[in-house]
T-cell receptor, first 117, second 113 residues
Framework: DAMVIQNPRYQVTQFGKPVTLSCSQT?????MYWYQQKSSQAPKLLFH???????NEADTPDNFQSRRPNTSFCFLDIRSPGLGDAAMYLC????????????????FGDGTRLSIL | AQSVTQLGSHVSVSEGALVLLRCNYS??????LFWYVQYPNQGLQLLLK??????LVKGINGFEAEFKKSETSFHLTKPSAHMSDAAEYFC???????????FGKGTRLSVIA
């Protein structure tokens, strides 16, 4: 089945040690999103790509960066994780210009839960 | 800018009882509205959406929602709760197919046997 896959599902890193989370998709969608979701909170958009066009949210910390080497893959890099960065990180995809005729606006992966020691 | 308010961070119902989760939105243009469900340690799954046309929309797992423009609401209902409905529910809004979704803070639904 076409889907959005996030690896790993659980990631533990040390305070200040760089970490990379990955997302891949088989939907051939040109838009990819990264969300941060803390416990009992709504997903918060960090950034998204339209193809290779990167769009950073104004309040996304500089500590968070992203790479999209091709349509299928997208990475989230946290350069120096702090305790406050412990969260679930969700990747989602969509087709640019989706409209009412499309089944879903965004397809989500199952997330990577990041813990900071 | 658009926004979403979900009334009640936690709702508890008995198995077989009516489920009502409230969502109000703010948007300067006609919105697209969505309900997502999230089970523990999983991503978000689309329950239903309103884009145009009929204001009462039916989704998966027996859920439905009604778009009421005059009340700026999009409440989610299910006639009879099942234990498997226990999860976190998010209401979301978008103003077009080229804008990201804006989520509400979520409502945790508990179902009591």
């Amino acid at each position: 089945d076409a889907m959005v896959i996030q690896n790993p599902r659980y990631q533990v890193t040390q305070f200040g040690k760089p970490v990379t989370l990955s997302c891949s998709q088989t939907l051939n969608h040109n838009v990819m999103y990264w969300y941060q979701q803390k416990s009992s909170q709504a997903p918060k958009l960090l950034f998204h790509y339209y193809d290779k066009d990167f769009n950073n949210e104004a309040d996304t910390p500089d500590n968070f960066q992203s790479r999209r080497p091709n349509t299928s893959f997208c990475f989230l890099d946290i350069r120096s994780p702090g305790l406050g960065d412990a969260a679930m990180y969700l990747c989602a995809t969509s087709r640019e210009g989706w409209g009412p005729e499309l089944n879903q606006p965004q397809h989500f992966g199952d997330g990577t839960r990041l813990s900071i020691l | 800018a658009q926004s979403v308010t979900q009334l009640g961070s936690h709702v508890s119902v008995s198995e077989g009882a009516l489920v009502l989760l409230r969502c109000n939105y703010s948007s300067s243009v006609p919105p697209y509205l969505f309900w997502y469900v999230q089970y523990p340690n999983q991503g978000l799954q689309l329950l239903l959406k309103y884009t145009t046309g009929a204001t009462l929309v039916k989704g998966i797992n027996g859920f439905e929602a009604e778009f009421k423009k005059s009340e700026t609401s999009f409440h989610l209902t299910k006639p009879s709760a099942h234990m498997s409905d226990a999860a976190e529910y998010f209401c979301a809004v978008a103003i077009s197919g080229n804008t990201p979704l804006v989520f509400g803070k979520g409502t945790r639904l508990s179902v009591i046997a």
